[in-house]
Structures are given as structure tokens and as C-alpha cells.
């Protein structure tokens, strides 16, 4: 088990506002006195970042893979002591399938009016929030695992840290996009929590439920929201402590009643690699029907149910 206080150099990406900016704050005032980048966009961001003593680089996750990991490689150049990633930038959009026509066609991925509320349901904008919220992450991590994996062989642990949604687990359906791409990478991080299982490579998870942020200003809803967000006073302390125990799954309020609910037991499978991807030798059909997921899956098996 790796804790956030072993962290030598942490890097925070989406760190100019939210959850990003204040778990950055927070763990660079921990008294380890960790090392701490904060990554981003906006330039007057990034600038009171360093003010409050933070190291800063300008980062844009929304390129192609080749570029991001040149630019990751670059920061593991500049930043040799680097063992700790919390992959936390996002991107969030409503879509309405039923009332809205999306045209592959009619824009290409780098349209100036992705932020148009006209055009805001064009392929071009889905493609955009699959790419930030999952296809960024991952090739952040396999840019990364090089490094970490040379660290971790002599002796150093490591923690790659993403930031998914209590959303993951329970949908809201008017931001399915969204929800799918947080439930994809909240999917892949169990399977690699199962891979590194015994390494110094730590995956984590952190789950938050609805919390106080600028994610929610495009969209017109951050007033409404705000009524029963949780503050980011609160949820912050609550996430620390967990990465300070090394939890797998970071998580609080509805979210955490959520996966508690929900995901555990999938979780528990997973990290034992109980399911099997063929019948097992213990296989016994009961009655022709669909698949079910019985008690004796806990141990590998399998069953039928009409």
C-alpha cells in the first residue's frame, strides 16, 4: 500500500480550477513537502499557482497522442523525481439523442465552434470529451509507465491517481457521454489495479460525488448545482485522507454509497481475476437461458438461469 505522503514529485493535471486546483494546493502543504506541478491552460491560473509555491508548466491534453507524450516525456526530463500522477482534468457536455441530430459530417474535430451552444451536439464535441476524459488519460499513463516502472524497480513507490465520477457508477443520463467515458476509465482502472497488484506501480481511484466546480458553467447549471454540491472545503480533506491511507477508491457522499452499492463486489472480482474467460472445470449447466452471476462466481464458477 503507497500513501500520498511517500510522494516525492506530484503532478496534478486540470490544476487551474476545482478539485484539480485545491487537491494540488493541499498535498503541496502537506508536511512531507512533496514536490508539486501543477498543469493547465490558463496563464493567470497557472501564475497564482506559482505564487502559492507550486512548480507550473502549460499543458494541453486535448492533441494527438504523439504529442502528449512528447510533452510527458519532456516533464519526466525536467522532472526526474517524479512518482506520483493524479490525472484529474475533464471535460463535461450535455447531449440529447432523442432531440438532437449529431452529424458526423458537417465539422471536423478541431471546429471553432466546439463551445457553440448551437453546435454542441456535433460528433466533433462527443469525440472531444471521449479524448479528454479517456484517450488523454491513457496515453498519459503509457507515456509515463517507463519511468515509473524504472523508479519503482529500485525500490521507489509509485501512484497513478485518476479522478472518474460517482457518475460512473450511476449515470445521469443527460450527460451520457460523460458518464461513459468516466465509467471506461473507471473500468480500466480495476483491470490495472489487478495487473500491478504486488508492484510498486499503485493505481488508484478517486470517485467524487457532485462537487463545487466551474465544470457546470457552460452548460448554465452551476447556480442550480450549487444548492447541493458538496463544497470543495469539505471534500478535499475527505480525499487527502484517503490518498494518505492509500485507499484504492477514494470516494465520499453518494458517490461512495454508490460504489459500496454497486461496484465492490466487481471490484473483488476483478483484483482475484475470478472470472473466467471460458467455462471453468466445475462448469454445470442447469437449464438452457441466459448467463447469471450466481454465488459460486465468487469461486469461478458459473451458472444458467432461465
Not at 21 to 28: K, P, Q
Not at 65 to 87: C, E, F, H, M
Not at 232 to 241: A, H, V
Request: net charge neutral; charged share 20%; aromatic share 8%.
Amino acid at each position: 500500500m503507497s500513501s500520498i505522503n511517500d510522494s516525492r514529485c506530484v503532478l496534478v493535471t486540470g490544476a487551474t480550477s476545482g478539485i484539480g486546483r485545491a487537491l494540488a494546493i493541499a498535498i503541496s502543504e502537506l508536511p512531507s513537502h512533496p514536490k508539486v506541478i501543477g498543469t493547465g491552460r490558463r496563464p493567470d491560473r497557472l501564475k497564482e499557482l506559482e505564487t502559492a509555491g507550486l512548480e507550473v508548466i502549460s499543458l494541453d491534453l486535448d492533441v494527438d497522442a504523439k504529442s502528449l507524450t512528447r510533452n510527458v516525456r519532456g516533464i519526466i526530463q525536467k522532472y526526474p523525481d517524479l512518482d506520483t500522477i493524479i490525472l484529474n482534468a475533464g471535460f463535461q457536455r450535455e447531449f440529447d439523442f432523442l432531440n438532437n441530430d449529431v452529424d458526423i459530417d458537417s465539422t471536423s474535430h478541431d471546429s471553432p465552434t466546439l463551445n457553440d451552444k448551437v453546435h454542441r451536439n456535433l460528433f466533433a464535441v462527443l469525440y472531444r470529451e471521449a479524448q479528454l476524459n479517456y484517450l488523454s488519460v491513457m496515453a498519459f499513463i503509457v507515456a509515463t509507465l517507463p519511468h515509473f516502472k524504472e523508479l519503482a524497480a529500485a525500490g521507489r513507490p509509485c501512484m497513478v491517481v485518476n479522478v472518474t465520477s460517482g457518475l460512473c457508477v450511476v449515470p445521469a443520463t443527460h450527460l451520457s457521454n460523460y458518464t461513459a467515458s468516466k465509467a471506461a476509465l473507471h473500468s480500466m482502472t480495476m483491470s490495472l489495479q489487478s495487473q500491478f497488484q504486488g508492484t510498486n506501480i499503485h493505481f488508484i481511484e478517486v470517485v467524487p460525488p457532485l462537487v463545487e466546480s466551474e465544470l457546470h458553467d457552460f452548460e448554465g447549471t452551476t447556480e442550480r448545482l450549487s444548492n447541493f454540491w458538496m463544497p470543495l472545503d469539505q471534500y478535499i480533506p475527505l480525499t487527502l485522507k484517503g490518498l494518505q491511507k492509500g485507499e484504492p477508491h477514494v470516494s465520499c457522499g453518494a458517490a461512495a454509497f454508490a460504489f459500496e452499492k454497486f461496484e465492490k463486489k466487481k471490484y473483488e472480482l476483478a483484483i482475484k481475476k475470478a472470472l473466467p474467460t471460458a467455462p471453468t472445470p466445475d462448469f454445470k449447466p442447469v437449464t438452457r437461458g441466459q448467463w447469471f452471476l450466481s454465488e459460486t462466481s465468487l469461486k469461478g464458477g458459473w451458472g444458467w438461469k432461465k
